[in-house]
């Protein structure tokens, strides 16, 4: 009789998590978004949560939580519970962040990395009227010939755009001037008017203009072309062997969230981004669909650090 009870309760001990996680979630949950709405993080982040509502027949709700270039939301998802009813969408800028700023509110270990959602890369761009360049080489070969006087635009010093501009002149052996801006629209807006001749702007700020003939791309940011312009080449295949830097978006629960209840969302994460119309949805506003495993997305992450990490000090910005 003993034995048969000993048997029972570890029977019953085995099948909690599986009860937890059949009844997650019971709640509205809610998915912490670092920026403005109406941004690609954002975009993103409103298409997971309807899917989720869909696939769980419990609200799923987006809230935006600004500042700090993406500090702010990411230390209030840092300290709240584990419990699963709490998520973080957010950029690349959670590994900048670390690497420009003593104190970022947060550490990777905070987090538990869920799955990498999207990605996109960041375009070099001329405006035609200003630069009759046609490819990335003649770019380096004018910058070179200017020493230094060739203006052009990105971000604010620090953003992930700054950092590709930063990183062809390291990696290519050339100097340019930087002029920052408070957003990728504004920059791109002077590109677009001529008030300034070369630009890195991101793919999905960029794609009505592709064809306006304003805007010549020489090449873009990521390892691969990009699907919606397969004809612009790779800054890597265009003369800068090993270049990348893309911008991508991921998804994050707290750490120490139950492992039954990860997968569960892991689970509906990679259903969600199988779904054709979704995966139309991210291209269509100028992302790549990924997904993948939580190993994979965490193995990801921490290189990306260490990258920006190592960037950030060769190029000589100090941490704030």
């Given at each position: 009789?003993?034995?048969?009870?000993?048997r029972?309760?570890s029977?019953?001990?085995?099948?909690?998590?599986?009860?937890?996680?059949?009844?997650y979630?019971?709640?509205?949950?809610?998915?912490?978004?670092?920026?403005?709405?109406?941004?690609?993080?954002?975009?993103?982040?409103?298409?997971?949560?309807?899917?989720?509502?869909?696939?769980?027949?419990q609200?799923?709700?987006?809230?935006?939580?600004?500042?700090?270039?993406g500090?702010i939301?990411?230390?209030?998802?840092?300290?709240?519970?584990?419990?699963?009813?709490?998520?973080?969408?957010?950029?690349?800028?959670?590994?900048?962040?670390?690497?420009?700023?003593?104190s970022?509110?947060?550490?990777?270990?905070?987090?538990?990395?869920?799955?990498?959602?999207?990605?996109?890369?960041?375009?070099?761009?001329?405006?035609?009227?200003?630069?009759?360049?046609?490819?990335?080489?003649?770019?380096i070969?004018?910058?070179?010939?200017q020493?230094?006087?060739?203006?052009?635009?990105?971000?604010?010093?620090?953003?992930?755009?700054?950092?590709?501009?930063?990183?062809?002149?390291?990696?290519?052996?050339?100097?340019?001037?930087?002029?920052?801006?408070?957003?990728?629209?504004?920059?791109?807006?002077?590109?677009?008017?001529?008030?300034?001749?070369?630009?890195?702007?991101?793919?999905?700020?960029?794609?009505?203009?592709?064809?306006?003939?304003?805007?010549?791309?020489?090449?873009?940011?990521?390892?691969?072309?990009?699907?919606?312009?397969?004809?612009?080449?790779?800054?890597?295949e265009?003369?800068?062997?090993?270049?990348?830097?893309?911008?991508?978006?991921?998804i994050?629960?707290?750490?120490?969230?139950?492992?039954d209840?990860?997968?569960?969302i892991?689970?509906?994460?990679?259903?969600?981004?199988?779904?054709?119309?979704?995966r139309n949805?991210?291209?269509?506003i100028?992302?790549?669909?990924?997904?993948?495993?939580?190993?994979?997305f965490?193995?990801?992450?921490?290189?990306?650090?260490?990258?920006?990490?190592?960037?950030?000090?060769?190029?000589?910005?100090?941490?704030?």
């Open positions: 009789m003993q034995i048969l009870l000993k029972l309760l029977i019953a001990l085995l099948s909690i998590p599986l009860a937890f996680a059949q009844t979630p019971d709640r509205p949950v809610r998915i912490v978004v670092p920026f403005s709405p109406g941004g690609g993080t954002d975009i993103i982040a409103r298409m997971v949560a309807q899917k989720l509502t869909e696939l769980w027949g609200s799923v709700v987006v809230e935006n939580k600004t500042g700090g270039n500090n939301g990411a230390q209030f998802v840092a300290q709240a519970k584990p419990d699963g009813y709490t998520l973080l969408v957010t950029t690349s800028a959670l590994t900048i962040n670390l690497a420009l700023l003593d970022t509110g947060y550490r990777l270990k905070d987090f538990t990395p869920l799955m990498e959602l999207a990605s996109s890369p960041y375009l070099l761009a001329v405006n035609p009227s200003q630069h009759n360049v046609q490819n990335v080489r003649e770019l070969a004018l910058a070179q010939a020493k230094g006087a060739l203006s052009w635009a990105s971000t604010s010093e620090g953003n992930a755009e700054h950092l590709v501009g930063e990183l062809l002149q390291s990696k290519a052996g050339f100097k340019m001037n930087h002029i920052p801006y408070k957003g990728g629209a504004d920059a791109l807006k002077d590109l677009l008017g001529g008030h300034v001749g070369v630009g890195v702007v991101s793919l999905p700020t960029a794609l009505a203009h592709l064809n306006s003939g304003q805007l010549r791309v020489l090449g873009v940011t990521s390892t691969r072309r990009a699907p919606q312009i397969p004809n612009i080449p790779t800054i890597a265009s003369g800068v062997p090993g270049f990348e830097l893309p911008t991508w978006y991921g994050w629960a707290v750490a120490g969230t139950r492992t209840i990860v997968e569960k892991h689970a509906s994460l990679s259903s969600i981004l199988k779904n054709e119309e979704v949805k991210i291209m269509a100028g992302f790549e669909p990924m997904g993948g495993s939580m190993d994979s965490s193995d990801y992450v921490q290189r990306e650090t260490n990258k920006y990490a190592a960037l950030t000090t060769s190029i000589g910005l100090k941490k704030k």
